[in-house]
Structures are given as C-alpha cells and as structure tokens.
C-alpha cells in the first residue's frame, strides 16, 4: 500500500516553535537541529492562495536551531506521476528505481488489512420489526481484506467501505472492481462535506462480464467521502458471488514528498515510475525491489509472488492426456503432457514419472456432416448433401439439407473452438489450454490452480432457419443448442454455461453445481447473430497453493446446433420445391404437405408448430382458451374465453387486463433484517402473441440502446419478476430495482382444469373459489431454463372474480410460499379483480312480478345475489299488462253461485213433485191388492182413469218419509207376502179386515 505523505499538516508558525520546547527540557541546552532531525512541511493556505514551508522536528524538544520559514510553492502547484516534491529544493524530482508515486494522489493496492483511514461498517436496515422475528447480526458482514483485492459480504446486510479526503485541487478517484452476480445490488457514490451525493447518474455499478472493469468518477476540490456499498438478496436459496475491489487511487489530494517502496512481488526497474510490475513466473522480490530474482531449480513461485516455493513430487494429478492428430494410416496416439505451469518435481524419490505416450489406436469416426477427404483429415460435405461421418450423400429430390453442427467425436479440437484458461484470482487470461481431446468427449485438465476457470467457446457466425421466424409469435427460436455433459467432483465445482451475442456480452444462462451424472442441456437461440457459447469450469471458489482437486473434472460428449449458417447435414428433409430444383419455404401459415409435396396452409384452428430441428413444422390444433390466425398461423389469446357449466355458458373479456398490470408493491418478505418487495409485471393476453409486459432494473450493465432506456436491464414477457428495494433503504431518490427475471413467455392454454401440459395449479395453495363460479387459470412457460428447471418456468394464474375489487384488484401468492413458488420451477399466482368476472347474461339476473293494481301489472328485473358479472347484458327495462283484479273475480263468484242455488232450488222441486206422484200411484196399488183380498169387487184399472182426479185424499195411518213408509210397509207384510196396509176411506169410516 502506498501511503498519502506528508501533505500539509495545517500547523501554525507558532505551534512549530512552541513544540521546540517541552517541559523537563527548559533548563538543557539543546543543540542545532541537523537535516536529518527534521523535515519540512506546508502551512494550510491562506485566503490568498499562498503558503509557507516550516521545518518540522522529527521529535520535538532534541533540537533548536531549525531554518526560518520561506515562502512555499502556489497551493495549485503539484508533480507527475513517477515525481516527488524535494521540499528542500521546491521542485519535482523523479522517483528512483524500486519506487512510484502518483504525483497528487494516493494508491491502495494491498489488502492484507484494511488501511488506515477507510471505515468498514455493516448495518441492518431493518424497516419494521413486524416482519422478522429476530434481527440478524451484521457486524461481522463487513468488507473482508483477502491479499490483492476486497471482498464484500455476501449475505442481506448492507456492508459499506467509506474513505473520506481533502482535495486541494479537482481530481479523480478510480478502482477496479468484479461484479459478477446482479443478486448483490453494488453501488458507489461520492458525498461532499454536507453529505450530498456529487455523482449521483453514475451510483449504480453494472455487472461485469469478463474480468476486471476499470472505473473512474471525477472529484471536485475540498472534502469528499467515497462510499462503496453492498446488500445481496439471496433468492431461492442461491448464495451470490462476492464483488471484488481493487487498486484504489486518488488524485488531487495535495503533493507527495516521497516515492513510495514497490511492495513485495514487485518491482519498478526504472527511475520515474508511476506503479510496479508484477513478477514473472518462478521468480519473486521483496519490498522496494529494482528487479525480479529467480528461484532455485527446486523452487518455483506464482507471478506476483514475495517468496519461492519448493516443488513438490510430481503425483498422477499433475498430468494429462490427448490424441494426436490422425495420421495418414488412419490412427492417432495416446499422448501424455506436464500440466502447466510446471510446479512439481520428477526427480524426488517419491515422485510420479509421466507415462509413455505413442499407443496408436484408429481414429474416431467424422463428425456428421463431415467426410474423410484426400487426406487424413475430416471435410465438410457440400451444400446439398449430407453425412454420418463416413460418405457425403445428396439429398433426394424435394428434400433439402438440415444444416446444423453436431460434434461427438473429438480426436482434435474443431477450428471454431478454443480453449484457455482463466485466472480465479484476478480473472486474468493465461494463454493455455484449459480443455483437451479424448476420442469420445473432450474434458477439463488441469490448471495453475485449482481456483481458475477453464474455458472452452464455441463460435457461430450465424443462423438459417427453415421458415421465417414471425415477430408476433409465441417462441421466436431460430436454433437450438443441445450438448451432452458430466460433472464428477468432490468438493463444490461449478460448471458455468454462457452465451454471448456478437462478442459483447457473456450472459450465464446455467450453472450446475457439485458431481453431475451425464445429462443433456439445451438452450434455445432468439436472436439471429454471431453467437459465442461458453462453458467455464471451477473447481473450488478458493484459491489455495498447489493442485489438490484435478481429478474433479466436467466432460462434453456431444454438442448439436441447429441451423447453422455455412453449417452441414446429417440428414435431409421434405420441403416444397420449385421448378428450378431448389427448395423453398412455405410462407407464414402453410406446411409441407408430405404426400404432394407442395405447400398447404394449416386448417382452421390449427398453428404452425415444430422445432427447427425436428424436421418441417407441423400443423397442430390450437390449445385450449386460443384461437389461431390464419394469415400468419399462430396461435394467441384475443382476451375472451367461454366457459360451459350445466345449463349455462359464461362469457370473459380479459380486455382491460391484457395491456399489462404492474403490482409494484406486491408481496413483501424480510430477509435478515431487510424488507424488500416483489415487483411483478403480469400481461394476460398480449396483442396476438406480443409479449407487453416488463421488468427493468437500474443496477445492472445496460443492455438495450439508448433509445429504448439505457442503464436498465428489460425483460420482456407475459410474466416478470424483479426485486424491488424502497428508496428510504438505500438512501436513493428512487427505489431500487434489480433482479429482472422471466416468468412466462409462452401461453400454453387457458382452462378451469387444475393441470394442463404437465403443468399443475393446486386448488388448496389458495382460498375456495365461490362453488358456483370456477376460476379461470392461465397456463405459461418460460424458454428460461434453469438446472432444477430443465423444461423452464412454469406459471398458472388464477383469474377469481370480485364484483367488490374493481380495475386491477390484488395479486396474492401461496402463503406458504411468499416468493410466489415452492419449488423455485412452478409459479403460482391468484389474481382477485372485478375484471375477472365473467359477461352479464340473462341467467345472471331474475324478473320480481307486482301486484295487479288498477288492471295493470307491473314486472322489474333485479341481479341475482351475488352478483358475479360485469359489462354484458344490462338489466331489462321494467314491462306493464293488463290484469284483472280480486273484486272482479269475486262478483263473478257470486253470481255464478247464486244462480247454482237457483238451479238446484228448482231441481228439487221437481224431483219432490214427482216423487209424490209415485207415492201416489203405489199407493192406489196397494189398496186394490187389499181390496182382493176382502173379496170386493177390483177395480177395473189400477192406473188413474181419465178424468180421476190424481189429487184424491189419502190418509196414512201415521205420517212418515218416504223411506220410513217403504221400512213400514217391509215390516207390515203378511206371511202369504201380501201387505196389511190399513185404508181410510174417503167416507170417513175405517174398513174392517
């Protein structure tokens, strides 16, 4: 480390000689000061700008004598980098050999503790206590110093490295910094002396792709405190990566008397140097050296290094093997190599001896889509024909070639591939090779260390897939790539795969961590560019001298990439060909049709669908909830839905929700102390398969053009996340975002089933749904995969209607799982809103029917409770009728009863009088029967003569009803079977028997 010098110590004249003079010394005399009993210093400046050189004793009170003050050089004045101020002379003088000095500034470049003059603190901001039980401690969460460079902290306190200094002139402050993993959020800011932030557009550090990143922020003259501060957020359990700071200068902050000592591992060979160069391999220097000494044939030494090392014996981890090229005969041989560099010694006792190379074995057979040509070596087949890797075939009529790149066979490294070796400790670039050939994969060897990433890349120059790739549809994939891999470890490696568009950017897309059975991986491509894919290969995290982990290695069997511009074939496929002999595509909604060989547009509710790699696309039937476009086939959600229940059909418009739906404060979680929010942006429908809805962040590298919001990560799909931190917590004017991440860009159907395409939404992760109205589920997947997630994202989105919540309603995630998924693979969502309500129809509503009031009957429509609709069908406007009323109904009554009491009145009358005629004429029969009996003379007629009269008195014995007289005449009859009926004459005497 290189300190700040003497600068002005702001004392006063009068200080000076008072300091000359301590008690207990006042009665000796004191001799005259000699040069190298003091030394000079500046007075502060004056409001003139001007100052004085004081001579100042080493230990005041030895000596007297010192030289008089002299005017000094302007406050303004300073030297170049690789000068010092001679104080005694006034003037700039270079720095001898073994020294630097920045001129005006200071320099940190070593941290095996922090220097002197920087405040390392961690805090908790703990926003309210209601969300955590317990607070955690962070006072060990601090900066951590780790030799070269200092490492933030890694949990979810906030670690902040201050430095405060006094500028006399404008300067800059710059360092060099790794920041690998957005899941830290890492800022750097620069406040004047009444705490106001000077930089505030450049606070938010972006993320670094390869290596170290130089950045520099000018500072203005008087005070400034420099702030580098960290807070991670551990999401789904992942532990982020460290940010690493190194080489801190600041400029402006007066002269240097002095040149600083190189510090140990490094030298400066030249008078007048501004920094120290590192020391080559196998060599090391001590403190303020000129020059790198050379270590003992025994010995060896890291570059950078203060000491040598003696070599260990060389074990069997300190080499590997190859193939070589094949020869003319079609063999290759098995060849042995040293690891480099070369740390250990084969001529110890106990040392391994490298094994005999030379054993010939044939040759693998060519790649697909290559062939052996004149010589020994594997050629492309030429366009329009295809391999297997022994012959090049052509393609048959009406088919075309599937150009693509498949490796399975590794006996050399393909020409655009390459391998090298990347540094753990400064992510430096070696220049070696990191991955060798083995016949059936290619594998990772050995390292410096065993901290350093071994890199392979592969290169493509660009895409040609079968069919236009349409703006508008759901999957914009133009390739694929797919590769074969392993992981055999015994502590925790990583395996790291990248990908980068057009070499300026290297995205980790996935790692896998810790021994890895052998599986395949593939990764879809969206953007038709020159692609890099990159796997990097670490060991261990920590850097420890010597190879101790070389026998943890990763293996790639197979690579495949589909639709490789200038790539070859393996195989052929049907197309639509043209009179030429060429073949063409089929345009936007069309499919080979296999039998005739022509194009042919997809049915009715069908879509084109296949992968580029599997051969023509096919049309297959739309999923549930979609309907398809004819014109471009596809498939997409025009915002409505029809669901049948018994008895029923309900009609939805998710219009007002398919713009997209922001819930900015949506679920919130503490972690250690730290509340932050999720920030989901949700876009049910889109516009035929666009994607509107989005997440951005103002923490990472910017990788949209200026235009469309530089500064901020965007990801673009129908479901995004990002982690929100309010303002209040990090002490910005805006709150901080980062963490975008895609949720859902791939609508798979819309249903009231709990599953669809392997997909899963579990009533039970939410309250019931009311028992009359099923919720609507949105079905989505994201093409972003992840290693616990090897078909992608998965997200339901249960859409529950409540007349009560209306516009966006709320957004709620399972209470047992606050970060809205259980397995960090499946996302589960309830979306509570009044637009989720399905359309108004007349069985949402029933008819109330009045009374009938002054012959007019009135009939009103109400909603039925609760009312579970919106928009659609309104009520009906309230009807009248003629009726009649109670009273008239009741006069109808009464007349009509009246008059059946008339009629049955005169029925019994009549039915009365004709019954007294028959009693009548039976009784006249009776009494001619009495009258034989007594011999007397019979009538001549029993009936009524003309003339008699029918109205002739006749008098019964008693008087009795008719049924009483019928039981007595029963009872009064003779044993002979005749009657005694007993006859009053009209004369008035009885008639004796």
């Known amino acids: 480390m290189a300190g700040s010098g003497s600068g002005a110590r702001g004392m006063l004249l009068a200080l000076c000689i008072a300091a000359a003079v301590l008690p207990g010394r006042a009665g000796e005399r004191l001799h005259v000061c000699k040069e190298s009993e003091y030394h000079y210093e500046y007075t502060a400046c004056d409001s003139s700008g001007s100052r004085w050189r004081v001579a100042v004793p080493h230990t005041p009170g030895l000596c007297t004598g010192l030289p008089d003050p002299v005017q000094g050089t302007e406050c303004s004045f300073s030297c170049k980098a690789g000068e010092f101020l001679d104080m005694k002379a006034q003037a700039c003088k270079p720095c001898a050999e073994g020294t630097y000095s920045l001129g005006t500034g200071v320099r940190f470049d070593e941290w095996d503790e922090v ?4 405040a390392n603190v961690a805090t ?33 306190c906030t670690a902040t490295l201050m430095y405060a200094v006094s500028l006399k002139q404008s300067g800059t402050v710059s360092f060099e910094y790794i920041y690998p993993d957005s899941s830290i959020v890492f800022e750097f800011f620069v406040q004047n002396d009444q705490c106001q932030p000077t930089v505030e557009e450049s606070r938010w550090m972006r993320t670094t792709e390869k290596g170290w990143e130089f950045h520099s922020v000018e500072l203005s003259r008087g005070n400034n405190v420099l702030y580098w501060r960290t807070t991670a957020f551990s999401i789904w359990a992942k532990v982020p990566k460290p940010v690493l700071v190194r080489n801190i200068s600041i400029t402006g902050v007066a002269y240097t008397s002095e040149c600083f000592p190189c510090k140990p591992g490094t030298y400066a060979a030249a008078a007048g140097s501004s920094s120290c160069q590192l020391c080559p391999a196998d060599t090391f220097s001590s403190k303020g050296a000129t020059a790198c000494q050379p270590c003992e044939p025994a010995a060896y030494a890291e570059p950078g290094s203060a000491s040598c090392k003696l070599r260990p014996p060389c074990t069997d981890t300190d080499y590997f093997y190859t193939h070589s090229a094949c020869d003319d005969n079609g063999e290759t041989q098995l060849m042995f190599k040293w690891a480099e560099p070369k740390i250990c010694s084969e001529e110890l006792p106990e040392a ?7 054993v010939k074995s044939r040759c693998p057979p060519c790649n697909p889509g290559f062939a052996q040509g004149n010589g020994s070596s594997c050629q492309p087949c030429p366009y329009g024909s295809y391999s297997n890797g022994s012959v090049c075939l052509s393609c048959p009529a009406g088919t075309e070639p599937v150009l693509g790149l498949e490796y399975k066979w590794w006996n050399v490294l393909p020409p655009n591939m390459e391998t090298t070796v990347l540094s753990g400790i400064n ?8 991955w060798e050939v083995a016949g059936d994969y290619i594998y990772t060897v050995a390292g410096a260390s065993d901290n350093d990433f071994m890199i392979l890349t592969l290169v493509v120059p660009g895409f040609s897939p079968p069919s236009p790739v349409l703006e508008d549809t759901e999957s914009k994939e133009v390739a694929r790539i797919t590769f074969v891999f392993e992981t055999i470890c015994s502590v925790s490696c990583e395996l790291y795969f990248m990908v980068g568009i057009n070499s300026r950017t290297n995205t980790p897309v996935e790692t896998w961590t810790g021994s890895k059975g052998k599986q395949s991986y593939s990764y879809s491509v969206e953007k038709n560019a020159t692609t890099s894919f990159t796997w990097a290969f670490q060991r261990t995290p920590y850097h420890e001298a010597g190879r101790r982990y070389t026998k943890d290695v990763a ?26 002999g060429s073949c063409a595509s089929c345009p936007p909604g069309n499919a080979v049709d296999q039998s005739t060989g022509t194009c042919q547009p997809c049915p009715p509710g069908t879509y084109l669908r296949g992968h580029p790699s599997d051969g023509p696309p096919a049309c297959q039937p739309c999923p549930p909830g979609t309907i398809s476009n004819q014109l471009r086939s596809l498939c997409y959600n025009n915002c409505s839905f029809s669901l049948a229940l018994p008895g029923r059909i309900l009609h939805y418009d998710f219009s007002a929700l398919s713009a997209g739906t922001t819930f900015a404060s949506g679920p919130s979680f503490t972690a250690k102390g730290l509340k932050y929010f999720h920030h ?20 990472t590298e910017a990788r949209r053009p200026l235009a469309e919001g530089a500064g901020a990560r965007r990801v673009l799909a129908y479901v995004c996340q990002a982690i929100l931190v309010p303002p209040d917590v ?110 108004c129809s007349p069985d949402h509503y029933r008819p109330i029917v009045g009374a009938c009031l002054g012959g007019v009957q009135r009939t009103t429509y109400v909603w039925r409770e609760p009312r579970l609709c919106r928009g659609g069908h309104s009520l009906p406007a309230p009807s ?31 039915f009365w009088k004709k019954n007294q005629k028959l009693e009548y004429k039976y009784s006249r029969l009776v009494m001619n029967a009495a009258a034989r009996d007594s011999e007397l003379p019979a009538p001549d007629s029993c009936a009524i003569m003309e003339g008699e009269d029918a109205e002739d008195e006749l008098v019964f014995a008693t008087k009795k009803s008719l049924f009483g007289k019928i039981k007595s005449l029963t009872a009064k009859r003779t044993p002979d079977g005749f009657d005694s009926v007993p006859l009053k004459p009209s004369g008035g005497s009885a008639l004796e028997p």
């Open 680 to 699: 989901f942006s949700i876009s049910l429908c889109g516009n035929q398969g666009r994607k509107v809805a989005s997440c951005s962040d103002n923490v």
């Open 730 to 839: 990090m002490g910005s004017k805006a709150a901080v975002s980062s963490q975008p991440v895609s949720l859902a860009d791939r609508l798979l159907g819309v249903t009231t089933s709990p599953s669809l395409e392997g997909i899963t939404s579990p009533p039970e992760h939410f309250p019931s749904a009311p028992p009359d109205l099923p919720d609507i589920i949105f079905f989505y997947r994201s093409n972003d995969v992840s290693q616990p997630c090897g078909g992608g994202r998965a997200t339901t989105i249960r859409l529950r209607c409540d007349p009560l919540r209306p516009g966006p309603g709320t957004l709620a995630v399972p209470s047992k799982c606050p970060e809205g998924t259980c397995d960090g693979c499946t996302f589960q969502f309830l979306w509570v809103t009044g637009e989720a309500c399905p359309r």
């Open 555 to 580: 293996k790639l069997y197979s690579i495949n990439v589909t639709n490789v511009l200038g790539g070859v074939a393996s195989f052929c496929r049907s197309c639509a060909p043209e009179p030429a």
């Open 124 to 156: 908790n901001l703990e926003l309210d206590d209601s969300f955590s039980d317990t607070v955690e401690n962070c006072t060990g969460s601090t900066w951590v110093p780790l030799g070269d460079y200092v490492a933030s902290n890694t949990d979810e």
């Open 352 to 358: 391994a001896k490298l094994p005999p190379s030379g």
């Open 880 to 910: 009248a009728r003629r009726c009649r009323s109670l009273e008239f109904w009741l006069k109808v009554g009464i007349s009509a009863g009246t008059g059946a009491a008339i009629v049955l009145a005169a029925l019994a009358a009549y």
């Open 427 to 434: 992510l430096e670039y070696k220049g070696m090779a990191g």
């Open 115 to 118: 220097p002197h003059g920087f």
